[in-house]
């Protein structure tokens, strides 16, 4: 009887095995594709890293210029806001224009001291 299930076995082993093979194949070929393609990690970070970089020196430059920087979330315009409750009560920020659906924020960029107190001279 082991006899008869023996050679069965064996092809089931065989087809598992050719299986397996085909399947780490066509992985293979997959991810040579999405190589060529996007790049290795290293330069999916760098392209991720410098993005980052120009849109956080560009948020922050229209920020000091007065103008409202976007969303790191969903890209729309923000507004300027005041915390209402909590330690931070009376301090203001950046809120998403798409509030509720976004809850999209950003601390404001504090001007340098000189400019606040040539600012507050103008005032009086």
Known sequence: MFSLLLPTLANVAITLAHQCDRMLTGLLEYQKKQFLENGGVKEQMTRARRAQRSQSSQ?????????????????????RREQKRGDRAGSEFWG?????????????????????????????
């Open 59 to 79: 948020s922050t430059q229209s920020t000091l210029r007065g103008e409202s920087p976007v969303c790191p979330l969903c890209g729309k315009p923000m507004v």
């Open 96 to 124: 998403c224009s798409d509030y509720p659906r976004c809850r999209g924020s950003r601390t404001i960029a504090q001007r340098s001291q000189s400019a606040q107190s040539s600012q507050r001279s103008l005032k009086e």
